[in-house]
């Protein structure tokens, strides 16, 4: 089992830019690929991005694609989102895990795009 927690959400205006960032509690982390999932209120979780355990091969859903960048420090047991462009239907609550077979859900990072 491995647990997760994220961090770098906030409030942020249309065009802005936020990092999120996906600290894992073991090193095993590295052997998994991984991803970085939203939930908005009223509607199911959907994975948005995805990473190889190496961060060669990464894959993203239509509605992020070029402007969201998934990102990954093996060493340091963390997992990035660097996200561009926001939009207000990028509102969510951002949470990571494997992207099959998913561990415990962490608490998420609420992120909130608006004027």
């Known amino acids: 089992q491995v647990q997760f927690v994220e961090s770098g959400g906030g409030l942020v205006q249309p065009g802005g830019s936020l990092r999120l960032s996906c600290a894992a509690s073991?090193?095993?982390?590295?052997?998994?690929?991984m991803g970085w999932y939203r939930q908005a209120p009223g509607k199911q979780r959907e994975l948005v991005a995805q990473?190889?355990?190496?961060?060669?091969?990464?894959n993203y859903a239509d509605s992020v694609e070029g402007r969201f960048t998934i990102s990954r420090d093996n060493a340091k047991n963390t997992l990035y989102l660097q996200m561009n462009s926001l939009k207000p239907e990028d509102t969510a609550v951002y949470y990571c895990n494997l992207p099959t077979n998913t561990f415990a859900w962490g608490q998420g990072t609420q992120v909130t795009v608006s004027s």
């Open positions: 990473i190889s355990s190496t961060g060669v091969i990464t």
């Open positions: 073991r090193s095993i982390f590295k052997i998994y690929a």
